[in-house]
């Protein structure tokens, strides 16, 4: 009986600290290993011999991966959130210029429709001199923003090395960089993206301009960062983020902004209803009867 | 009932071993079965993901920080309530759109013409109405053209686009069709005298349309029009210099019927880029203009370490059938030659070289003064090869000529430094240039400074 009552309480032990227990609530901690630190020895390496992905191969499995996560979305809804930081690099505290708020629906081949939520402004300008920040969203589902570098097309632009590999529980992800074939190419950005090769989805993008664009009033791009999280099964837009520095003040901004937006609340594949997208028909007038 | 409820000793032991083994197996499985559902990867994954996104929230700071989510429920059922193309769903914002801005050119052939020009647009996908109205005190004359453009670009991608023009109208323009630098010919010859192009008055229509997508394009243009010549009415300027060149070189009278075909690539595996034009007039198209013009460019930006561009380019074109001066091909100035006087050379043949070595960055930074300056300068160094053939010695007139590359004799070279700097404005990629060239070998031509403003790969210009 003790026996078995010991072997019990080994076996509910284990499986209490088991990576598997739902029961842990927040984040669970990688398994630890124990380090053997008093005895030394060394084995001949292993050479393998097996194939290994190529660059091109990997490229063309981000394209194939990217298409069939687009070609996957039937639908999908979100709350987008814009906003304006002035002062985002400066001595002086940042400041909340703009903050728009929509919900967003999509649904294929190209319908749209948002609703605003919410539009506030520091110091509202007078009527008829707005001058507003505004993303647009097309009817496509498409994320450009994410993988533009990495269709098909582009690769007639950019050239591509792979800058490193990690691995993260069973899922291997690539660091890809990319930057533009021509050293002229002033517009086309260089920048890393990591890719998870499971399904060759896009994870996140950092993006760097070597020369302003418009250096006369652009002093340059800090920082762009592109991230996704993934909601049920595919990865989706999570948050955009860029840091300018102009070369002149801008009234309420400074010399740094930070154009922030934001994807929540997603919903996908969720079948969204005709009515959200088309007013219902008009009642038809009733027919002359001659009289 | 004690008895039926009770727990003897070997059927306790039993259920005991029972759950004792159902623990082990739980313990022994769960890892794998974790493994199975992804848990225990998805964890790892997801602390990466929620590690990278925690230490981008913190370089942003505030605006990272998710909103208020205060009277965003009602504000959506509020909105929700509104039928799909009420006030609260989006639009592309169609609206009357007019725009006009005044006009004011000068060159010895027409004078001063003053004028205003405008455009109509009704949102963005409609395409707009555009016209130009001017009158030139030197032939006391009015000039002027209407017509309508559409451009649709995809959603997603800017260069995948399309788009269609079309004016009709009386115009004056170069006799050089291939370079024309509106902005420094304009202060050549109303401030300096300088002015060394020709020009000719085109009555008639023009068309064309083209398609873009990454890397690649291609145009399809058809003009119908009456060309004749224009002579030297205004011969002062703002420095009272006398003028370098007074008069100007006669265009042939006749109408031109002519299909233009033109279209771009990038090189595959390069950052090359070819471009091919081709012009057909007379025969089966009808008008009095027969003749055939052919241009191909190569060119592209190679890096050389972190801080030198090396951006070669090379240019062909042949001018066949009929030889007039508003088709041929000029030699000379900021597009070919700076040490050869603009225009100053016209042939059948033209075969042009550049080479250059500029560096990337701003002298400012490289040099530690400063990271990001409003005013980079950049620093280059360049060579050019150029040659033009088929032609009157005696006259320089283009002459028809079966050549199609020229004599060793006929080419010319030169070598030159730069100073440049790229505002990014109007056109993004053009530069302010302070060019210092001169002649190499035997010739008497002499060094120049030369003022310019041009894209670096200037002969992949879009024709």
């Known amino acids: 009986m003790r026996t078995l009552s010991a072997i019990l309480l080994a076996g509910l032990l284990l499986a209490a600290t088991s990576p598997a227990t739902p029961a842990t609530p927040g984040p669970v901690p990688p398994p630890a290993l124990a380090v053997e630190d008093t005895m030394h020895t060394e084995v001949p390496p292993v050479f393998v011999n097996a194939k290994r992905v190529t660059l091109d191969e990997i490229l063309d499995r981000v394209a194939a991966g990217e298409a069939r996560r687009d070609s996957l979305l039937e639908d999908q809804g979100y709350q987008l959130t814009v906003r304006l930081v002035g002062h985002a690099a400066e001595r002086k505290e940042p400041r909340l210029v703009m903050e728009d708020v929509e919900r967003v629906y999509q649904r294929r081949p190209n319908q749209v429709r948002r609703i605003p939520l919410r539009h506030w402004e520091a110091k509202p300008p007078k009527e008829g001199a707005r001058a507003n920040v505004k993303v647009e969203t097309g009817g496509t589902m498409n994320e450009d923003i994410v993988n533009f570098a990495f269709q098909p097309d582009a690769r007639r632009k950019f050239k591509y090395r792979i800058a490193g590999r990690q691995v993260l529980g069973d899922h291997v992800v690539y660091r890809l960089a990319f930057e533009p074939k021509s050293v002229l190419d002033v517009f086309e950005p260089s920048g890393e993206v990591w890719v998870d090769t499971r399904d060759y989805v896009i994870l996140r993008q950092e993006i760097t301009f070597r020369q302003s664009p418009v250096p006369l009033f652009l002093r340059g791009i800090d920082r762009m960062v592109v991230e996704r999280q993934r909601v049920d099964d595919f990865w989706v837009l999570s948050r955009v983020f860029a840091r300018v520095r102009t070369t002149i003040p801008l009234p309420q901004v400074g010399t740094s902004l930070d154009l922030a937006i934001r994807f929540d609340d997603y919903t996908v594949n969720t079948g969204l209803p005709d009515s959200l997208f088309v007013a219902p028909a008009a009642a038809p007038a009733p027919k002359e009867t001659g009289r | ?463």
């Not at chain 2, 027409?110 to 032939?139: K, M």
């Not at chain 2, 016209?346 to 080479?355: D, E, I, N, P, Y």
């Not at chain 2, 020229?406 to 302070?434: K, T």
């Open chain 2, 1 to 463: 009932m004690n008895a039926q409820h009770g727990t003897r000793p070997g059927a306790r032991a039993r259920r005991l071993t029972a759950l004792a083994a159902v623990a082990l197996a739980a313990a022994l499985l769960a890892p794998h079965a974790a493994r199975a559902q992804g848990a225990l990867p998805d964890t790892a994954l997801k602390s990466w993901v929620r590690s990278m996104s925690d230490s981008t929230a913190e370089y942003f700071g505030l605006s990272a920080q998710p909103p208020d989510t205060a009277g965003l429920d009602s504000a959506l059922e509020e909105g929700l309530a509104k039928p799909p193309g009420s006030r609260n769903v989006f639009r592309t914002g169609r609206r009357l759109a007019l725009s006009a801005a005044p006009i004011f050119e000068f060159n010895r052939a027409v004078g001063a013409a003053y004028g205003a020009s405008g455009a109509l647009a009704y949102g963005h996908d409609l395409g707009r109405l555009r016209g130009s109205l001017q009158w030139a005190n030197g032939p006391d004359d009015w000039y002027g053209t209407g017509g309508y453009a559409i451009r649709r670009a995809d959603f997603d991608d800017e260069e995948r686009a399309w788009s269609f023009e079309v004016d009709a109208g009386r115009r004056f323009e170069s006799l050089n069709r291939d370079h024309y630098s509106a902005f420094f010919t304009f202060v050549d010859a109303f401030v300096y005298g300088t002015d060394r192009h020709s020009y000719l008055q085109r009555d008639g229509v023009r068309t064309s349309a083209r398609v873009s997508t990454t890397g690649r394009w291609a145009e399809l243009g058809y003009r119908n029009e009456l060309e004749s010549p224009l002579v030297t009415t205004a011969t002062w300027n703002l420095l009272g210099r006398r003028l370098t060149l007074e008069p100007n070189a006669p265009a042939a009278f006749g109408r031109a019927s002519e299909v233009r075909l033109a279209a771009g690539a990038q090189v595959p595996r390069t950052p090359l880029e070819a471009s091919v034009t081709a012009w057909n007039a007379g025969g089966a198209l009808g008008g009095d203009l027969g003749y055939h013009r052919y241009l191909a460019a190569l060119g592209g930006g190679f890096g050389l370490g972190p801080h030198l561009a090396f951006t070669p380019q090379v240019e062909y074109s042949r001018l066949t059938g009929a030889a007039l001066p508003q088709d041929a091909l000029y030699l000379g100035g900021s597009y070919s030659l700076l040490t050869v006087e603009p225009q100053s050379l016209a042939g059948t043949g033209r075969a042009v070289a550049h080479v250059e070595l500029m560096t990337l960055d701003g002298v400012q930074r490289l040099v530690g003064w400063k990271e990001d300056s409003a005013f980079p300068i950049q620093l280059g160094a360049f060579a050019g090869l150029a040659a033009r053939w088929g032609y009157d010695p005696a006259t320089g007139v283009p002459r028809v000529t079966p050549r199609d590359w020229p004599g060793s004799e006929q080419w010319m070279s030169e070598a030159g430094v730069s100073v440049m700097f790229r505002p990014g404005l109007p056109d993004p990629e053009s530069y302010l240039r302070i060019d210092y060239a001169w002649p190499l070998g035997p010739t008497d031509r002499e060094a120049k400074l030369y003022l310019s403003w041009k894209r670096t790969l200037y002969l992949l210009g879009r024709h």
